[in-house]
């Protein structure tokens, strides 16, 4: 039996509040709380467990509006960012579709754990053409690179409004959830 209005739906709930912020307010986030989300982000699985990814916690505004302003407009939401966490990993071509799942498990965890703190996050896609920029900003070596930088603070009011009028956030459900095979005919 479905249950989409009752108990179930409410304690998921707070999965689907887990939204995407651009904007914060100027205030720092605790030292405690960037803490744990990186060790939420290291816990994240990963295939065979090879935990491919390095964490670069980031607490200098001055280096994340660097990296904002090196990557725009893709990065825009780093912009006012007391915090961000960008994800670091090997440049292997053979393993580029398994990184990329692993990172996106990861990258999820992250604005998650920001979620159930109070605060909020948003991921930013560094894109090829800025990737070596991004490199020299962080002191990468030449076979890591980053193409995931999420953005962690206290999101400000307006980054709070909704996005979307009510109901057109997301496809319908019944879309895009189907039961047992594709629809026929
Ligand atoms: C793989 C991936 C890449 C994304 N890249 C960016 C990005 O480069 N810049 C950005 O501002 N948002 C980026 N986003 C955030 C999406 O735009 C956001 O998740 C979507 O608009 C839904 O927002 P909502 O969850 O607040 O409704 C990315 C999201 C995903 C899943």
């Known amino acids: 039996m479905s249950d989409l209005s009752g108990h179930a739906a409410e304690r998921v709930r707070p999965l689907i509040r887990v939204r995407q912020f651009r904007d914060f307010l100027d205030r720092q986030v605790a030292t405690s709380e960037l803490d744990s989300i ?3 982000a290291r816990w994240s699985g990963s295939s065979t467990n090879t935990q491919p990814w390095r964490f670069i916690v980031l607490r200098d505004r001055a280096a994340i509006k660097r990296i904002a302003d090196a990557a725009m407009p893709q990065t825009r939401g780093l912009l006012t960012a007391p915090a961000a966490i960008a994800i670091v990993l090997p440049d292997e071509q053979g393993q580029a579709v398994s990184h990329a799942y692993d990172e996106g498990r990861a990258a999820e965890r992250i604005l998650i754990a920001a979620s159930m703190l109070g605060l909020g996050a948003g991921i ?9 920029a991004i490199r020299g900003i962080l002191g990468l070596p030449k076979d890591r690179f980053v193409r995931t930088i999420v ?24 879309e895009v959830v189907l039961e047992e095979k594709w629809p026929q005919g």
Do not use: C, F, N, T
């Open 124 to 132: 930013s896609w560094i894109m090829p053409d800025y990737r070596d």
């Open 38 to 40: 990186a060790d939420v």
């Open 151 to 174: 953005a962690i603070g206290h999101p400000s009011e307006a980054a709070m409004r909704p996005k979307s009028a009510p109901g057109a956030a997301r496809l319908p459900r019944s």
